[in-house]
């Protein structure tokens, strides 16, 4: 059963540079407009901003009967993590980014979630000769490695993503990210794969789906579109409708059973539209991944011969028969 959730702070008002968006909302009426969005289960919460009270938040999901797909802690919005929290060059200001983590756990715990993710956006550089990336990279060990070892019981995710808020972040892509946790060596520790991240770092989600298979760590999928330029967070298979199919056919094919989670921004676009456009195409495309010869796709990508690949994607995928 395809599982679907939602990052509640989309659900709420979001800005850019130039405006604001939709009405500002409380938790508990992020989580009624959530039943009224067909298709969703889940939540994606974000500690300690959104959420941090354990009775408070357990109380709303049990009454809206919402399961928790992940708690997000966002270790970037303290002005001392300004130039970094888990690479400062101040060892108090890692070991606050360290606790976020941690308390975050914890927090988690007492909902009962499952898994922590985090992004850390404000880790990474914009010029040369502005950090020792050496120093960084072990620093990053120390700091994911005292989170993630800390009540292993609550996986630690990692997700990463090319830009933003610095001009490159240290962990900027799937293959970098899997050689933090290789370096780290925590049973348990995972990876947040977000098309659009994966996208526009130029990378092809579904071929990162089958490399995080291939390693020992777990991963959890959030799930968008964009230009392949910036992380729009358009809604899903506006842009690249078979780069998504063939990401749904890896996961599918590797009997992925996690949640897909919307991180996406509904912007000048009705909200319960918005969410509704993306499991809908989801759960489409998941049902024809059902009924598809997928021996048979297999099977011609196994012979190298890409015509004859495509005449089956034209008839099956696009049904155009």
Known sequence: MLKLAIITGFLSQT???F???????????????MTEIEGYSGVEIVYPYEVNDVQKTSTALAKYNLEVAAVNVNVKAEPEFRNGGL????????????????????????????????????????????????????????TFGEAGSY????????EYKPSETRGRCFLDTAAKTLCLLNDIRVPGMGITLDFGHSLYGNENPAEVVALLEASSYKYYVHINDNDGKWDWDYFCGTKHFLEYVEFLYYLKKYGYSDYFTSDTSPTRWDIRGTFEANSRLTLKIWQMLDHIDRGR???????????????????????MK
């Open 87 to 142: 690479t400062s060059l101040d060892p108090e200001i890692r070991a606050k980014a360290v606790q976020f983590i941690k308390n975050a756990k914890d927090f988690a715990a007492g909902i009962g979630a499952d898994k922590v993710t985090c992004c850390p956006l404000g880790d990474g550089y914009e010029f040369s000769f502005q950090y020792d990336y050496a120093a960084a990279w072990k620093h990053l060990i120390e």
């Open 297 to 319: 796709l297999e099977s011609l990508m196994n012979r190298g011969d890409y015509l004859e690949t495509w005449k089956f994607i034209e008839q099956h995928i696009f049904s």
């Open 15 to 17: 800005k850019d540079r």
């Open 19 to 33: 405006h604001q968006y939709n009405t500002p909302l409380a938790l508990e009426e992020k989580f009624k407009l």
């Open 151 to 158: 009540r292993q019981e609550i996986p630690l995710y990692i």
